[in-house]
């Protein structure tokens, strides 16, 4: 087997490096490699019948001569490269440097400007810590180089693998990427991550998404959102939260001792309420204060740190606009405003947007694609709330700040008021679930991905319940009418587990309690007035803790009102327009 033919054969494989693939096109750029080829590899057709899609007869060999693997493959990538399937010329310019700051240059040799371009198998430089370079390749993904950072090669088709010797690169893409360093590799599918090489150590920070770090002993972690991992030698190699950033809500949550509440002072959601002259149609019994208290739930923004709340419905008040209490900056924002002509009864505004609706337990935040999910509840001035009256699975873009009606595929759960959901980071999956209905009722999964609904058990479930993920163990945990149930959702076929536990009946037997788990404390942890109670889930034993300065609770009920900070290891809560937001810290 000569060179082309070895080539030939790890380009099938896809296993060419980026200097082997610029060997393999010069190769097959000399006209005596195509003609030997082409005169070696003959068929019964014409080459118009080949690109014709005829159906091929059997094959005919003229010359006497046993054929290869790889000179068959080859005459068959000369013929694609005639047809226009591969473009390998068009591989070589692979990435273009779009911002220069400080001295930057090729790893070849030679200054780098913007416009020039980075070519399969080379890299770039960044010298000394005030230099900074950035590349943008085909597909959209971008790659910044930090200070004192070397990026030796850009390999694979796309640029799908970087090797950074030295330095600290971040990366944005929508596509499978891995980034390989001395101590190991990151590799991802579309997400924002922060890859550090240092002297003996890679460091692995993810922004958004989820990151599989894998050292060079072939031991791997998957390093979620908002979390990092070292690999180096005699480290544990672990996915650790990332420590907050400095901020007024740090402080303030900093400041607070174990076992505690505070409250935000003048932080309140009235203050960011639409002027109601401008909107005359949006009131209604209870007007903007059924944004909360009418049967209505929120969700955790985990990118940005913010509790969203969408509410209102049923005949309390007709605004559909959401807001958002920022943990970081102790500061509430409206993030849309409301329909001026909303719909009586109906689901969908004349604007496009989805009717205000009491939402019960049916928020989530999917954190792999950054939207706020809704489904179910009570639409406003509905004449008879029924299954159907609010059935549509809707998100809405927090970066445009647009709604989008998902018309999603598969078998869709039955909705109504009793309805619970969570998302969970692991499956990418929002698990739902329905409380009213007995002949659709169940387990349901939507994938945002392939927006799809999947159906998961048949049975009925109670209503009056609130459920979180235990993302360490994967169990979908509902709460509520004095039942504990999980689902292990790691298992082909989850199946309901009634669980036994001790010491917290009183919160049991609340109706629609707040719920969220600590991943620090490893606990799940609820709220519905007074004592702040926590679930060891290996012992299926609550714990109590009876602090001063908890707000009164809301009349009928709590929802995903009550969450978990990641970062700040705090629990933040909404329980009225007029009141000022609470956290409490565990201990």
């Known amino acids: 087997m000569n060179r082309l033919e070895e080539l030939l054969v790890r380009w099938q494989d896809g296993a060419l490096t980026g200097g082997e693939l610029e060997e393999f096109v010069r190769l097959l750029d000399a006209p005596s490699a195509r003609a030997e080829m082409v005169d070696d590899f003959f068929m019964s057709m014409t080459l118009r019948e080949i690109l014709g899609g005829a159906a091929a007869p059997a094959l005919r060999v003229t010359r006497r001569r046993t054929f290869s693997r790889a000179w068959l493959l080859a005459a068959a990538a000369v013929i694609a490269i005639a047809m226009g399937v591969i473009f390998l010329r068009g591989e070589r310019d692979l990435a273009t440097v779009i911002r220069v700051q400080g001295t930057v240059r090729h790893a070849g040799g030679g200054t780098a400007a913007v416009g020039e371009e980075v070519p399969v198998g080379a890299g770039l430089e960044t010298l000394g810590p005030a230099s900074a370079a950035s590349l943008q390749f085909p597909d959209g993904t971008r790659v910044d180089l930090n200070g004192s950072t070397r990026v030796s090669r850009l390999d694979g088709a796309g640029g799908r693998r970087i090797r950074v010797e030295a330095g600290r690169v971040t990366v944005d893409t929508g596509r499978p990427l891995a980034v390989e360093t001395p101590q190991g590799e990151a590799r991802v599918l579309g997400t924002r991550f922060t890859v550090s090489v240092g002297a003996g150590a890679t460091r692995l920070e993810v922004n ?23 690999a180096a ?47 005359p149609r949006i009131g209604g019994i209870s007007n903007p204060r059924g944004i909360v208290q009418a049967w209505s739930g929120g ?31 102790l500061a509430w924002e409206r993030l849309s405003d409301p329909s001026p002509d909303p719909a009586d009864g109906g689901q969908i505004n004349a604007d496009g947007t989805p009717n205000a609706r009491a ?25 008879r709330a029924t299954a159907e009256s609010a059935d549509l699975t809707w998100t809405f873009d927090l970066e445009r700040k647009q709604w989008r009606n998902m018309n ?21 999956r929002v698990w739902w679930g329905e409380t009213h209905l007995s002949d659709a009722g169940g387990l349901y999964s939507y994938d945002f991905d392939s927006n799809r609904w999947t ?20 169990l979908l945990v509902i709460v509520g009418k004095g039942e504990v149930i999980a689902y292990d959702l790691r298992r082909a076929t ?32 609820g709220w519905a007035g007074g004592a702040v109670y926590a679930l060891d889930v290996e012992t299926k034993s609550w ?9 009164a609770p809301t009349q009928y009920g709590i929802f995903g009102r009550w969450r978990y900070v990641p970062g700040l290891d705090v629990f933040v809560v909404v329980t009225g327009i007029d009141e000022e937001v609470h956290f409490f810290k565990g201990g």
């Open 208 to 230: 958004e998404g989820k990151v599989r770090l894998t050292r060079r002993d072939g031991k791997a972690v998957d390093v979620p959102r908002a979390h990092f991992a070292v």
């Open 359 to 383: 939402t019960y337990n049916g928020l989530a935040y999917v954190s792999h694609a950054d939207r706020f999910f809704a489904l179910g509840g009570e639409p406003a001035r509905a004449r």
């Open 299 to 329: 969700a955790l923004d985990t990118l940005r740190g913010r509790l969203l709340i969408w509410g209102g419905g049923v005949n309390a008040y007709q605004g559909n606009e959401i807001y958002a209490f920022d943990v970081n900056s």
């Open 455 to 474: 159906r998961h058990t048949r049975e009925r479930l109670a209503s009056y319940q609130t459920c979180t993920v235990d993302t360490k163990r994967g």
């Open 408 to 428: 999603p595929a598969g078998e869709k759960p039955p909705t109504y008021a009793g309805n619970f959901c969570s998302y969970d980071p692991q499956t990418n």
């Open 543 to 551: 714990t109590a803790t009876d602090a001063p300065g908890a707000p």
């Open 233 to 279: 030698s005699g480290v544990e190699l672990a996915a650790k939260p990332l420590a907050p950033k400095a901020s007024p809500g740090g402080a303030f949550i900093a400041a607070m001792p174990p076992k505690s509440w505070r409250s935000v002072p003048g932080a309140r959601l009235r203050h960011v309420l639409p002027d109601p002259a401008a909107y």
């Open 494 to 525: 989850v199946a309901r587990e009634t669980w036994k536990t001790t010491g917290g009946e009183k919160f049991i037997s609340s109706a629609y309690p707040g719920l969220d788990y600590d991943p620090v404390a490893d606990r799940i942890v």
